[in-house]
Every structure is written in structure tokens, then in C-alpha cells.
């Protein structure tokens, strides 16, 4: 069985998302999402998820677009990479993750994972931060 991990806030779900894990299940058959905690949410995107890591976690799982959700490490991103050991990583088109950087951060560790940068769906219509906009008003 080839695993795939993938990483992502997956605060109001959509379509965007849905392609996602199409494009992901290209890689692999055991897709396993990675979520992002509310404080790692907060230090990177500047502001908290509308929805708390255990909603999220809820509501992704009740898609049934992956076979398993767990959440991330609060100090650590490596570590769920070290437990699962997947064959795949696949990057959204808009992580800030360099590929090259996580090459380099897995080596370390002796791990050769493939890498994907994965493509775009329609974001001018389904991206978090213009739902958000659209869901809260900012």
C-alpha cells in the first residue's frame, strides 16, 4: 500500500479542497492528511481557523475525501512525516513549503520521499481566504 501524506488547514472545505485529494490519490492508495493546529494556523497565516483543530477534524473526516486524519505536531512538522513514513508528500500550490528545504530536512533523517507540487483549482473561486471573506465578512 503506498502512503501519501499531505499537510493543510482545511478550515471551510470546498471544491478546491475535494481536487485536492483527487489529484493527491493519483500518488498513492492510503491518502493521510496532516492538520494543521490552531496556534501553528495562527503563527503562519497571522489570524486563527475559523473552525478549532477538533472541528476540522471532524468535519474533514465526515467527507470521506481521505482514509485518515490526524493532527499535526504543535513544535515539530517532521514528526507525523517520521510515524506514517509516507512514499508521497504532495504540497498544495499555495503551501510556502520549498521543496528543496524538505528534501533537505528529510535527508536528515534518511528518508527518500517523492515530492509533488500539486495543481491549482479555480482559486479565484474556491480558496479559503475568499470563502472566509465571504463566510465573516474579513
Not at 96 to 114: R, W
Request: net charge positive; glycine share 6%; hydrophobic share 35%.
Amino acid at each position: 500500500m503506498k502512503k501519501v501524506m499531505l499537510f493543510g488547514t482545511f478550515d471551510i472545505l470546498h471544491k478546491g479542497h475535494q481536487n485536492f485529494f483527487q489529484q493527491a490519490r493519483q500518488y498513492g492508495d492510503l491518502l493521510i492528511v496532516c492538520l494543521g493546529r490552531d496556534l501553528n494556523v495562527l503563527g503562519i497565516k497571522g489570524r486563527l481557523p475559523l473552525f478549532n483543530e477538533k472541528e476540522r477534524l471532524s468535519n474533514l473526516k465526515k467527507t470521506k475525501w481521505v482514509k485518515k486524519v490526524v493532527l499535526g505536531d504543535k513544535k515539530d512538522f517532521l514528526k507525523p512525516i517520521l510515524q506514517y513514513k509516507p512514499q508521497v508528500i504532495c504540497l498544495g500550490y499555495d503551501q510556502k513549503t520549498s521543496t528543496k528545504e524538505l528534501k533537505k530536512k528529510l535527508q536528515i533523517h534518511n528518508l527518500t520521499i517523492k515530492i509533488v507540487r500539486l495543481k491549482s483549482f479555480k482559486p479565484h473561486l474556491y480558496k479559503s481566504s475568499i470563502l472566509r471573506k465571504k463566510y465573516v465578512g474579513y
